[in-house]
């Protein structure tokens, strides 16, 4: 695995990170080490991302050249770090009114509509980071076979629920939000509730399987 590059982000931030591409074994650090982060002294903000993580602090009372040392040893000492996260079911409805870009999937990766579902639901996927929206999960480990390039025009509006494939990854969308994902189902679990406490359902690490709950023409 690649050193990460340490670098400042203005006078008050920090960003670790590696290059691409995007791995569980790279996220697991990212998560440990971010999690280290948060009991340091004089740490603002911890923001874990896509191979990468920023803090934040206040440069009148913290070195930033020492705090770069710092996270750099713990970058090493999280090489041995634990799987985090839960196991989390959420079923899907594909197709229909709900995934209108199913077809479009099926016809760009060659399999029948049918099956795009099946290995979709088959799929064992990784919370790697939330972003875009408050509790946007961006999942790793979808089927290669399945991979297919956003819309070359994201629509205005897309549904809240509303389960897409963007590239290399698949991901729900908690709330109704402009989208350039390919939608091939509705989920049927709420993503994003402001009462809740968390009041997002994922977080980095979660494991999800997705269950059909319906296939609709």
């Given amino acids: 695995m690649n050193s990460p590059r340490i670098y400042p982000l203005g006078e008050s931030a920090l960003v670790c990170e590696v290059p691409p591409p995007a791995t569980l074994d790279v996220q697991r650090r990212v998560w440990a080490v971010a999690a280290a982060a948060r009991t340091w002294p004089r740490i603002d903000e911890v923001v874990p ?3 990468n993580l ?3 602090f206040d440069p009148l009372a913290t070195d930033a050249d020492a705090l770069a040392v710092q996270l750099a040893g713990a970058w090493q000492d999280a090489a041995d770090a634990p799987p985090a996260g839960r196991d989390v079911e959420i079923p899907v409805d594909y197709g229909g009114a709900f995934g209108p870009d199913l077809e479009t999937v099926a016809k760009h990766t060659g399999l029948r509509p049918n099956e795009v579902i099946a290995r979709h639901a088959a799929g064992a ?7 875009f929206q408050p509790g946007f ?3 790793g480990g979808l089927d290669a076979a399945l991979h297919t390039p956003r819309r070359a025009e994201p629509r205005l509006a897309v549904p809240a629920g509303s389960v897409g494939i963007g590239g290399a990854q698949t991901g729900i969308y908690p709330a109704a939000s402009p989208g350039g ?3 091939i189902g509705r989920a049927q679990r709420a993503l994003f ?3 809740d406490n968390p009041p997002t359902l994922l977080q980095p690490g979660d494991r999800v399987r997705f269950t059909i709950a319906g296939v609709h023409a």
Avoid: C, E, H, K
């Fill in 125 to 131: 996927y990784v919370v790697f980071f939330l972003g």
């Fill in 49 to 51: 991302g896509m191979n």
């Fill in 54 to 56: 920023t803090i934040t």
């Fill in 193 to 195: 509730d402001p009462s």
């Fill in 181 to 183: 994902w390919q939608l």
């Fill in 137 to 139: 999960a961006y999942l």
